[in-house]
């Protein structure tokens, strides 16, 4: 057979399509799975159905490496902790165009479709908004023809699931790989070896330059796992590679023939705990050490990777930063930094010079908060023993970066010990952020107002010494997940009003503007939302066995724990409402259904003790027979991403209220409205980006701004003031710090109320608890009219074109990465496939 005839694309009509696709799910369901339609489980259906789907990306897959190869355009890696993908079978589906041809060909066998879907767990990658950009990211990077990987590491154990247990937390393993991952394939020819430990030796080579070798290391394997990334109607597949730790020795023969069974294979247990947990709690020493080797190990394994695909088509280094661009997703990937400079100086003997324009012009730095546990700083002792060599080059960096800062600025000590990699406290540490700042030609914050901060507080020296390298690229979500995927029905209804162009075009949902005054689509937008509160309102009696409302508003604040972003205050409006309604039980009140869910890190005693609040407040809120369904209080367990694709379809009401200047972004708020729902937040992230394009009609703002919460601590800022000036305040207070929620245990929640009062109220609920009460009651206010109500809905999805993750891709491209979108053409086009998977 001539490789015409091989790789041709054969005619086929629909029918036989849908046939192929019929044939491929049952011969998994046999031959992959060894089951039949007798044997089989709902987990075996799902498992046949996605290894159905993967073939059909696969094809393309094979196609987008090939036409990388052989254009060889400039790539971008990035590199991110986290990446939380949420479930892949139905996005697939949808960006693959096959969503019809899949549900038609289950339901002529007998199953449905949506039910395998729901089958499906969230793969444990990541935890927050960090995790979910990146994912966002990748969609969009292929969706648009960007060249473009995902790295990152193929844990074992997500964070965690959460279970509430008597109002409180608790932490159960996710063990999301104990079925298999079917999207995933294992490239057990790509193995990198990296090192732990050890000592550097230093020795002259034959031309007499100086040498330095890392000996006597502790090597443990990066093995890749790749997982395709299908973009939405187009050919091209992209790669999230996954490492997984495997060990160099698997099994040591002398002890297990002196009998101790346990030192046989403790050498290889102990390696591959690398990969094991998703954020090893770093609240005891063996938890920070082997959270420090996990960003060196998705560190050295990527650097290497990078190079030795640069190097199957190049052998001149110095064009590296030409064809790859290497974006750090915060800091925790920023050891790239010094191990791409031991590479190239070590491995490759090029000289230092060489070496760090090479580095520098490669790499791009994304900061994503201005929070101090999120800005990394390593103990030098911690590079010392796990990394010598590192904190060689490390200190080599800083002392030519120091010398460059007197250069420019003479006799400002102050800004040396500014902006010296190394803080020379009482524990010398290594600044992470700042590496990072110094190691890259670009460094970017996540909305317009985060990026003011970190170039007037965080870098503001770095920005003074190299402006040039600071710019803003504001979040975005890939609408393809959040709104065609998560409401399909909504989606439908924009698409028989407008079109579909906003799938890949999102500017184009402004075409709903005038829509926003038509009385027949506001009526059909009100069932859309209608239907989405009942489905919801199902699975929260479902799981949580609260009946709920359904004309209630529902007013949502899901997102990770944390006292910056205010669930607390949103607990004190809570209570509020609740004194209201039992100081006047037969006041008309505007009923309301408030929603919390977010995971709190298992070692944050105050988060933790904010979930058994939220629990403890709905125990007595929910059955007050004065409160009826006027008021009902739910926390949805176990976050995630496919709990989210329930909770944003069905929101009213969307809470953004972290203190002003503390959010570096946020892209709940973008989800939230993009399904139709208005905010209420401070000027916070982007928060204020959403405000311009929707129209300051259209959200609800409140509290202060980042200026006046500065100008508020300076001056001195007294809680203290704010509890005994508003008696609602001071009331809801003392019912807290009295345990009138928690009568079993009075003092139960006072360590919250003494953060607020005693502890000096760092992020400033009181201060802005009034205007957020009086800002609460506008919205009850308008929700009273449901027409005008949906109105602002609608415009606040018109209003989210800016918000794509497709418009901040294309920004990075542009004006960081450098590089362009290349067009994916079928196989034919090239005759066969004539490279190894790269």
Same mark, same amino acid.
């Given at each position: 057979?001539?490789?015409?005839?091989?790789?041709?694309?054969?005619?086929?009509?629909?029918?036989?399509?849908?046939?192929?696709?019929?044939?491929?799910?049952?011969?998994?369901?046999?031959?992959?799975?060894?089951?039949?339609?007798?044997?089989?489980?709902?987990?075996?259906?799902?498992?046949?159905?996605?290894?159905?789907?993967?073939?059909?990306?696969?094809?393309?897959?094979?196609?987008?490496?090939? $036409?990388?190869?052989?254009?060889?355009?400039?790539?971008?890696?990035?590199?991110?902790?986290?990446?939380?993908?949420?479930?892949?079978?139905?996005?697939?589906?949808?960006?693959?165009?096959?969503?019809?041809?899949?549900?038609?060909?289950?339901?002529?066998?007998?199953?449905?479709?949506?039910?395998?879907?729901?089958?499906?767990?969230?793969?444990?990658?990541?935890?927050?908004?960090?995790?979910?950009?990146?994912?966002?990211?990748?969609?969009?990077?292929?969706?648009?023809?960007?060249?473009?990987?995902?790295?990152?590491?193929?844990?074992?154990?997500?964070?965690?699931?959460?279970?509430?247990?008597?109002?409180?937390?608790?932490?159960?393993?996710?063990?999301?790989?104990?079925?298999?991952?079917?999207?995933?394939?294992?490239?057990?020819?790509?193995?990198?070896?990296?090192?732990?430990?050890?000592?550097?030796?230093?020795?002259?080579?034959?031309?007499?330059?100086?040498?330095?070798?890392?000996?006597?290391?502790?090597?443990?394997? +990066?093995?890749?796992?790749?997982?395709?990334?299908?973009?939405?109607?187009?050919?091209?597949?992209?790669?999230?590679?996954?490492?997984?730790?495997?060990?160099?020795?698997?099994?040591?023969?002398?002890? =297990?023939?002196?009998?101790?069974?346990?030192?046989?294979?403790?050498?290889?247990?102990?390696?591959?705990?690398?990969?094991?947990?998703?954020?090893?709690?770093?609240?005891?020493?063996?938890?920070?050490?082997?959270?420090?080797?996990?960003?060196?190990?998705?560190?050295? %394994?990527?650097?290497?990777?990078?190079?030795?695909?640069?190097?199957?088509?190049?052998?001149?280094?110095?064009?590296?930063?030409?064809?790859?661009?290497?974006?750090?997703?915060?800091?925790?990937?920023?050891?790239?930094?010094?191990?791409?400079?031991?590479?190239?100086?070590?491995?490759?003997?090029?000289?230092?010079?060489?070496?760090?324009?090479?580095?520098?012009?490669?790499?791009?730095?994304?900061?994503?908060?201005?929070?101090?546990?999120?800005?990394?700083?390593?103990?030098?002792?911690? =590079?010392?023993?796990?990394?010598?060599?590192?904190?060689?080059?490390?200190?080599?960096?800083?002392?030519?970066?120091? $010398?460059?800062?007197?250069?420019?600025?003479?006799?400002?000590?102050?800004?040396?010990?500014?902006?010296?990699?190394?803080?020379?406290?009482?524990?010398?540490?290594?600044?992470?952020?700042?590496?990072?700042?110094?190691?890259?030609?670009?460094?970017?914050?996540?909305?317009?107002?985060?990026?003011?901060?970190?170039?007037?507080?965080?870098?503001?020296?770095?920005?003074?010494?190299?402006?040039?390298?600071?710019?803003?690229?504001?979040?975005?979500?890939?609408?393809?997940?959040?709104?065609?995927?998560?409401?399909?029905?909504?989606?439908?209804?924009?698409?028989?009003?407008?079109?579909?162009?906003?799938?890949?075009?999102?500017?184009?949902?402004?075409?709903?503007?005038?829509?926003?005054?038509?009385?027949?689509?506001? %009526?059909?937008?009100?069932?859309?939302?209608?239907? @989405?509160?009942?489905?919801? +309102?199902?699975?929260?009696?479902?799981?949580?066995?609260?009946?709920?409302?359904?004309?209630?508003?529902?007013?949502?604040?899901?997102?990770?724990?944390?006292?910056?972003?205010?669930?607390?205050?949103?607990?004190?409006?809570?209570?509020?409402?609740?004194?209201?309604?039992? $100081?006047?039980?037969?006041?008309?009140?505007?009923?309301?259904?408030?929603?919390?869910?977010?995971?709190?890190?298992?070692?944050?005693?105050?988060?933790?003790?904010?979930?058994?609040?939220?629990?403890?407040?709905?125990?007595?809120?929910?059955?007050?027979?004065?409160?009826?369904?006027?008021?009902?209080?739910?926390?949805?367990?176990?976050?995630?991403?496919?709990?989210?694709?329930?909770?944003?379809?069905?929101?009213?009401?969307?809470?953004?209220?972290?203190?002003?200047?503390?959010?570096?972004?946020?892209?709940?708020?973008?989800?939230?409205?993009?399904?139709?729902?208005?905010?209420?937040?401070?000027?916070?992230?982007?928060?204020?980006?959403?405000?311009?394009?929707?129209?300051?009609? @259209?959200?609800?703002?409140?509290?202060?701004?980042?200026?006046?919460?500065?100008?508020?601590?300076?001056?001195?800022?007294?809680?203290?003031?704010?509890?005994?000036?508003?008696?609602?305040?001071?009331?809801?207070?003392?019912?807290?710090?009295?345990?009138? =929620?928690?009568?079993?245990?009075?003092?139960?929640?006072?360590?919250?109320?003494?953060?607020?009062?005693?502890?000096?109220?760092?992020?400033?609920?009181?201060?802005?608890?009034?205007?957020?009460?009086?800002?609460?009651?506008?919205?009850?206010?308008?929700?009273?009219?449901?027409?005008?109500?949906?109105?602002?809905?609608?415009?606040?999805?018109?209003?989210?074109?800016?918000?794509?993750?497709?418009?901040?891709?294309?920004?990075?491209?542009?004006?960081?990465?450098?590089?362009?979108?290349?067009?994916?053409?079928?196989?034919?086009?090239?005759?066969?496939?004539?490279?190894?998977?790269?």
């Amino acid at each position: 057979m001539t490789d015409e005839a091989l790789f041709a694309a054969p005619e086929s009509t629909e029918l036989d399509s849908l046939m192929l696709t019929i044939k491929s799910f049952l011969e998994h369901l046999e031959y992959t799975l060894g089951k039949d339609k007798y044997s089989s489980t709902h987990h075996d259906i799902f498992n046949a159905l996605a290894y159905a789907v993967r073939d059909r990306m696969v094809e393309r897959w094979l196609d987008t490496q090939q $036409a990388y190869y052989n254009e060889n355009p400039k790539r971008i890696y990035y590199v991110s902790m986290e990446f939380l993908m949420g479930r892949t079978l139905e996005n697939s589906l949808v960006n693959l165009g096959l969503l019809g041809e899949f549900r038609e060909a289950m339901n002529s066998l007998g199953y449905d479709l949506d039910e395998f879907m729901e089958q499906e767990q969230d793969a444990g990658l990541g935890n927050g908004g960090l995790g979910r950009l990146a994912a966002c990211f990748l969609d969009s990077m292929a969706t648009m023809g960007i060249p473009g990987y995902g790295y990152g590491i193929r844990y074992e154990y997500g964070i965690f699931r959460q279970s509430i247990v008597d109002g409180a937390q608790v932490e159960i393993p996710d063990n999301w790989l104990r079925y298999r991952n079917p999207w995933e394939l294992d490239r057990q020819e790509h193995l990198h070896p990296v090192k732990f430990y050890g000592k550097v030796v230093e020795r002259k080579d034959a031309e007499g330059n100086t040498v330095f070798e890392w000996v006597d290391t502790e090597d443990v394997m +990066a093995m890749a796992f790749d997982t395709p990334i299908p973009g939405y109607g187009i050919n091209t597949v992209n790669t999230m590679r996954l490492w997984t730790a495997k060990s160099t020795r698997e099994f040591d023969l002398n002890f =297990f023939n002196e009998g101790n069974y346990i030192r046989a294979v403790e050498k290889k247990m102990v390696s591959e705990n690398i990969s094991k947990v998703l954020y090893p709690a770093d609240n005891v020493p063996e938890g920070k050490e082997l959270r420090f080797k996990q960003e060196y190990f998705l560190a050295s %394994a990527t650097v290497h990777d990078v190079i030795y695909r640069f190097r199957k088509q190049h052998d001149d280094l110095r064009l590296l930063p030409e064809k790859a661009a290497i974006q750090l997703n915060d800091t925790h990937p920023a050891l790239c930094i010094p191990e791409m400079m031991r590479v190239l100086i070590d491995h490759h003997r090029l000289d230092w010079e060489t070496a760090w324009e090479i580095t520098t012009k490669t790499f791009a730095y994304t900061n994503h908060t201005i929070l101090p546990e999120a800005l990394e700083k390593w103990p030098v002792w911690f =590079f010392e023993h796990i990394l010598p060599r590192h904190i060689q080059i490390i200190y080599e960096i800083n002392d030519r970066f120091l $010398a460059e800062v007197r250069t420019r600025f003479p006799g400002d000590t102050g800004k040396l010990e500014r902006m010296s990699l190394v803080e020379e406290h009482w524990e010398r540490k290594v600044r992470m952020a700042n590496l990072a700042v110094v190691g890259s030609h670009s460094v970017n914050g996540v909305a317009a107002l985060h990026t003011e901060i970190i170039k007037e507080h965080l870098f503001g020296d770095f920005y003074e010494m190299y402006p040039e390298r600071f710019n803003n690229k504001t979040n975005g979500i890939t609408q393809r997940r959040w709104l065609k995927c998560a409401n399909p029905t909504q989606a439908n209804l924009i698409g028989a009003a407008i079109g579909n162009g906003w799938t890949t075009d999102l500017y184009k949902l402004t075409q709903l503007r005038p829509l926003a005054d038509d009385p027949a689509f506001v %009526a059909q937008w009100q069932e859309v939302k209608r239907a @989405n509160k009942e489905h919801l +309102a199902a699975y929260i009696l479902r799981h949580n066995c609260i009946q709920v409302n359904i004309e209630s508003l529902f007013d949502c604040h899901v997102k990770r724990i944390h006292e910056y972003k205010r669930q607390l205050l949103n607990v004190l409006h809570v209570i509020t409402l609740y004194n209201r309604i039992k $100081a006047k039980p037969d006041g008309d009140f505007v009923p309301r259904t408030v929603i919390f869910s977010g995971k709190a890190a298992p070692a944050y005693a105050t988060a933790k003790l904010i979930i058994r609040l939220i629990n403890a407040v709905g125990d007595v809120v929910n059955n007050d027979p004065d409160v009826g369904d006027r008021l009902k209080v739910v926390f949805l367990a176990n976050y995630s991403v496919s709990l989210a694709e329930k909770i944003f379809p069905a929101s009213d009401l969307s809470e953004q209220i972290s203190t002003a200047g503390t959010e570096a972004s946020g892209t709940g708020n973008m989800k939230f409205a993009l399904n139709g729902a208005l905010t209420i937040g401070t000027l916070d992230g982007a928060n204020i980006e959403i405000m311009e394009e929707v129209g300051r009609d @259209n959200i609800f703002i409140f509290g202060m701004n980042a200026v006046e919460v500065e100008d508020l601590r300076r001056r001195g800022y007294n809680p203290l003031d704010y509890y005994h000036q508003n008696a609602e305040l001071k009331k809801v207070l003392d019912m807290i710090s009295a345990g009138h =929620f928690s009568p079993g245990n009075r003092d139960l929640f006072r360590p919250l109320v003494d953060t607020l009062l005693i502890q000096g109220d760092h992020y400033m609920l009181l201060a802005d608890y009034a205007s957020y009460v009086a800002c609460q009651e506008e919205v009850s206010r308008l929700y009273l009219d449901r027409n005008q109500w949906t109105r602002k809905a609608i415009l606040n999805c018109a209003g989210m074109g800016k918000f794509s993750s497709d418009r901040t891709i294309a920004d990075y491209a542009r004006e960081i990465w450098g590089v362009k979108p290349l067009e994916v053409h079928p196989v034919l086009e090239y005759r066969q496939r004539d490279v190894t998977l790269d």
